[in-house]
């Protein structure tokens, strides 16, 4: 009976321990259970309270994206030329100078040559309908008129010169309409061009650490990072500060030539000129071939050909001068990519997109290169785009 009790108690022992570790154990799940909901909704909430703060940041930055916009754009075309004043005059100084400098031989020339592209073009405009009204083109209206007559023939009718006018009409009427918005909100577009201009500096002044910044958001090794970001400046010059400047060089030839050989609105031209040099295989001859057929229908055989030798020879010639030494060996985007982000910066961020555009896909295209191993860009040996 003794032995009995006592084997009775140590199983009521046994089972008293056990059901203690199970109700132990429930209660450790439960308090797991109840410490992975709290988490979750910290993260979320976190998350949350992050978003918002996000959006409230885009709402406070969005009135000046535009002016912020041009002011990153410039600081990135000029982020080489910063670091070599750095080391001679030290940030501040290096980008007050740089500042001062996009000031005086970069915004008030642009600002000038704006005012005279809107005013030229308004007048090229109207020169157009004009001598569309009069007839002035020679034998190629009476070339067109014969073309248009066997069109006919077939049941199409195109009205050449009503196209031409319609269009002049309606670029005359846009150029109008944008130069009395800029006047009537010059006070709205000094700001932004301060805005731009301050910006620039503190771009200029903090770029450094604004790019270590950038590289703590991306998910590779230090090394990996480092020629991600080298490899993409390489191309953005490459790719967006050549073709700038070849542009450049290339619209102001055709401008003076359209000048030289006595045709108005050379300015408007050869900023049109300079636009279109920014589009590889397209360049500058939609202008420059329709002007010089005009002079060659009109009897100046001289000044046409002296338009061919200028805007053609030339501009070709410069072309194949200027981009080899710009290159350096450098590899650039090829015309293709160049052509799709000019034009699709354009239709995303306007005006900026010229610039922008090329510039967020040379970033993309060189994060892609270094990351894949292969390569998006053309070799210096095959990037002439004419």
Same mark, same amino acid.
């Given at each position: 009976?003794?032995?009995?009790?006592?084997?009775?108690?140590?199983?009521?022992?046994?089972?008293?321990?056990?059901?203690?570790?199970?109700?132990?154990?429930?209660?450790?799940?439960?308090?797991?259970?109840?410490?992975?909901?709290?988490?979750?909704?910290?993260?979320?909430?976190?998350?949350?309270?992050?978003?918002?703060?996000?959006?409230?940041?885009?709402?406070?930055?969005?009135? &000046?994206?535009?002016?912020? /916009?041009?002011?990153?754009? &410039?600081?990135?075309?000029?982020?080489?030329?910063?670091?070599?004043?750095?080391?001679?005059?030290?940030?501040?100084?290096?980008? *007050?100078?740089?500042?001062?400098?996009?000031?005086?031989?970069?915004?008030?020339?642009?600002? +000038?040559?704006?005012?005279?592209?809107?005013?030229?073009?308004?007048? *090229?405009?109207?020169?157009?309908?004009?001598?569309?009204?009069? /007839? #002035?083109?020679?034998?190629?209206?009476?070339?067109?008129?014969?073309? =248009?007559?066997?069109?006919?023939?077939?049941?199409?009718?195109?009205? +050449?010169?009503?196209?031409?006018?319609?269009?002049?009409?309606?670029?005359?009427?846009?150029? *109008? !309409?944008?130069?009395?918005?800029?006047?009537?909100?010059?006070?709205?577009?000094?700001?932004? +061009?301060?805005?731009?201009?301050?910006?620039?500096?503190?771009?200029?002044?903090?770029?450094? $650490?604004?790019?270590?910044?950038?590289?703590?958001?991306?998910?590779?090794?230090?090394?990996? !990072?480092?020629?991600?970001?080298?490899?993409?400046?390489?191309?953005?010059?490459?790719?967006?500060?050549?073709?700038?400047?070849?542009?450049?060089?290339?619209?102001?030839?055709?401008?003076?030539?359209? #000048?030289?050989?006595?045709?108005?609105?050379?300015?408007?031209?050869?900023?049109?000129?300079? &636009?279109?040099?920014?589009?590889?295989?397209?360049?500058?001859?939609?202008?420059?071939?329709?002007?010089?057929?005009?002079?060659?229908?009109?009897?100046?055989?001289?000044?046409?050909? !002296?338009?061919?030798?200028?805007? #053609?020879? +030339? /501009?070709?010639?410069?072309?194949?001068?200027?981009?080899?030494?710009?290159?350096?060996?450098? =590899?650039?985007?090829?015309?293709?990519?160049?052509?799709? $982000?000019?034009?699709?910066?354009?239709?995303?961020?306007?005006?900026?997109?010229?610039?922008?555009?090329?510039?967020?896909?040379?970033?993309?295209?060189?994060?892609?290169?270094?990351?894949?191993?292969?390569?998006?860009?053309?070799?210096?040996?095959?990037? $002439?785009?004419?």
């Amino acid at each position: 009976m003794g032995s009995c009790s006592a084997r009775n108690r140590r199983e009521r022992t046994v089972e008293s321990l056990y059901d203690c570790k199970s109700e132990a154990k429930r209660k450790g799940s439960r308090s797991a259970v109840a410490q992975n909901a709290e988490n979750r909704f910290s993260n979320v909430l976190f998350y949350g309270v992050v978003l918002c703060l996000a959006y409230l940041v885009f709402l406070i930055f969005q009135p &000046f994206l535009v002016p912020l /916009g041009w002011a990153a754009v &410039f600081g990135v075309i000029l982020y080489s030329l910063n670091k070599r004043f750095e080391r001679k005059y030290g940030p501040t100084q290096a980008a *007050a100078l740089i500042t001062l400098g996009v000031t005086l031989v970069l915004i008030i020339p642009v600002l +000038l040559l704006g005012a005279m592209f809107v005013r030229e073009g308004i007048t *090229a405009a109207e020169n157009i309908q004009t001598a569309m009204e009069g /007839g #002035g083109y020679g034998w190629f209206s009476h070339a067109w008129g014969w073309l =248009a007559t066997h069109i006919a023939a077939g049941g199409i009718t195109v009205d +050449l010169p009503g196209l031409v006018r319609q269009g002049a009409s309606q670029a005359g009427e846009y150029l *109008a !309409t944008g130069l009395g918005r800029v006047i009537r909100n010059i006070v709205v577009f000094l700001f932004e +061009l301060f805005v731009m201009l301050f910006a620039l500096f503190y771009f200029l002044r903090d770029g450094d $650490s604004i790019v270590d910044r950038f590289r703590l958001f991306l998910p590779f090794e230090e090394k990996m !990072t480092e020629r991600m970001l080298t490899e993409a400046r390489e191309l953005i010059f490459a790719s967006v500060t050549t073709s700038l400047v070849i542009a450049a060089v290339q619209g102001t030839i055709c401008g003076a030539a359209f #000048g030289i050989v006595g045709l108005g609105s050379a300015i408007f031209w050869g900023v049109v000129m300079g &636009f279109l040099s920014l589009l590889p295989v397209l360049g500058a001859w939609p202008v420059w071939i329709p002007a010089t057929i005009w002079l060659f229908s009109t009897g100046h055989l001289i000044r046409g050909i !002296t338009l061919i030798v200028i805007c #053609g020879a +030339l /501009g070709a010639t410069i072309d194949n001068i200027l981009r080899p030494v710009l290159l350096g060996g450098r =590899a650039s985007l090829n015309g293709l990519l160049v052509f799709i $982000s000019v034009l699709g910066g354009i239709a995303v961020f306007g005006v900026l997109g010229v610039v922008l555009g090329p510039i967020v896909v040379a970033t993309t295209v060189g994060i892609l290169d270094v990351y894949s191993g292969k390569s998006m860009t053309e070799s210096p040996a095959n990037n $002439s785009v004419p």
